[in-house]
């Protein structure tokens, strides 16, 4: 997958768009930050899972999915490759970012 595709796989996304805050670009659902482009050294995302959806997909995908360091480890941000991963798991991870920040009453209306 290449960042591009990435962020049209992401912003396709309901009520999704693209922001921006101080260190960098961001794409948020509602004005919420759930993933970041992947504009990274490498290709790399940021994507907002929870502890134990991190630890799940680190497992599963060690060679695509890695846990930040510094003060976003304890909060579930994620590393994400691109290049190596294909547009089904992109989608089903961008999906869980999504679900974690989106309002209750949007994530009723798109259920898993």
Do not use: Y
């Not at 794409?27 to 899972?49: N, W």
């Not at 490759?81 to 089903?92: H, Y």
Request: hydrophobic content about 45%; aromatic content about 6%.
């Amino acid at each position: 997958m290449t960042p591009d595709s990435f962020l049209a796989v992401a912003l396709a996304l309901p009520e999704t768009s693209l922001g921006h805050h101080q260190s960098g670009a961001d794409i948020r659902v509602v004005g919420k930050i759930f993933a970041s482009p992947a504009d990274r050294p490498g290709g790399t995302a940021v994507i907002k899972l929870t502890l134990d959806q991190r630890e799940l997909l680190c497992a599963a995908e060690p060679t695509v999915f890695h846990p930040v360091e510094g003060m976003g480890a304890s909060r579930g941000w994620t590393r994400m490759v691109v290049a190596n991963t294909d547009e089904a798991t992109a989608l089903s991870a961008l999906w869980m970012a999504w679900r974690n920040v989106a309002p209750p009453r949007l994530a009723r209306a798109h259920p898993t």
